[in-house]
């Protein structure tokens, strides 16, 4: 079974207790940016993984989400950051550049400036640098790793956590990515399947449990003070229960509204039949 796995900060504390070993011969992982691995789960190249959690409803039908796994908010996020040379009221009618890395976090903020800010912009795709997007636009959106990194260095911009807008407007949670597995392998490998989803639970309660030593990692992979990244992994949730879920709903309900989906679309999840307590 392949399984996809996010090149960020933000699912360590899903996988990095995950053991690999016992599924030795049985299942790969594969490691890309969200984006990426939206088109390879669409294309049938992995089986199941963290993706953004918009890519669900673009395949509405063709996923499932498995049960109390995602990357989720209730305010602040921590790393998904519009930097602006304006303040975000003065933004009417901005060119703004777009990381080529997401989909949720790209389509929340056509949401937040479109339906929420009643503004009118222009977006422009590009690679995540900061410096060069800046180059080109009023503001730009930066994800994952490379929105942290932009934040630590203080570039001297507006920086607006687009989970905090969100919960601002709304007063719910916001998922950013979902672990989904295509319906094709429910079918074929359910046994296999239930066993990977119970690892994955198991190895996201050993990382609340044991959450210092992801922050140590954090401090030798990227640099930035021990409370610094205190802070950003206390921010985040990586459960999926009912309250993510009514968000989520609501967003992909916004996102239809503004002609992004041609529906809202519902979740539906998939679970091992077990929990881990």
């Known amino acids: 079974m392949r399984i996809g796995k996010i090149s960020y900060t933000n699912v360590l504390p899903v996988f990095y207790f995950f053991q690999d070993a016992k599924f030795a011969g049985q299942a790969s992982f594969i490691e890309k940016v969200p984006a990426e691995l939206n088109r390879h789960l669409a294309a049938g190249e992995i089986d199941l993984g963290p993706v953004s959690s918009f890519t669900y409803a673009e395949n509405d039908g063709a996923y499932n989400a498995l049960e109390d796994l995602s990357v989720s908010a209730l305010g602040a996020v921590g790393s998904i950051f519009l930097f602006s040379k304006f303040p975000l009221e003065e ?3 901005p060119r703004i550049a777009l990381t080529n ?10 949401v937040i400036m479109e339906k929420f800010q009643a503004a009118h912009p222009q977006y422009v795709t590009m690679k995540p640098s900061l410096e060069q997007m800046m180059d080109q636009a009023d503001a730009a959106l930066l994800i994952g790793d490379d929105a942290l990194m932009a934040k630590l260095t203080n570039p001297g911009y507006y920086v607006y956590d687009l989970g905090e807008l969100w919960y601002k407007h709304t007063g719910m949670w916001m998922t950013f990515a979902l672990w989904c597995v295509r319906k094709d392998v429910i079918a074929t490998e359910p046994s296999l399947l239930g066993n990977i989803h119970l690892e994955f639970l198991r190895a996201k309660k050993q990382g609340a449990e044991q959450l210092d030593d992801i922050i140590r990692h954090s401090q030798r992979e990227f640099g930035g003070s021990y409370e610094f990244w205190k802070g950003y992994f206390s921010g985040l949730c990586h459960d999926f229960q009912s309250e993510q879920k009514r968000g989520l709903e609501y967003y992909f ?3 239809a509204e503004i002609g992004l989906l041609a529906r809202p679309v519902e979740v539906i999840t998939w679970g091992a039949g077990a929990r881990i307590t």
């Open 101 to 110: 890395t997401s989909a949720t976090s790209v389509n929340l903020l056509k």
């Open 91 to 93: 933004l009417k009618e």
């Open 253 to 255: 309900r916004c996102a």
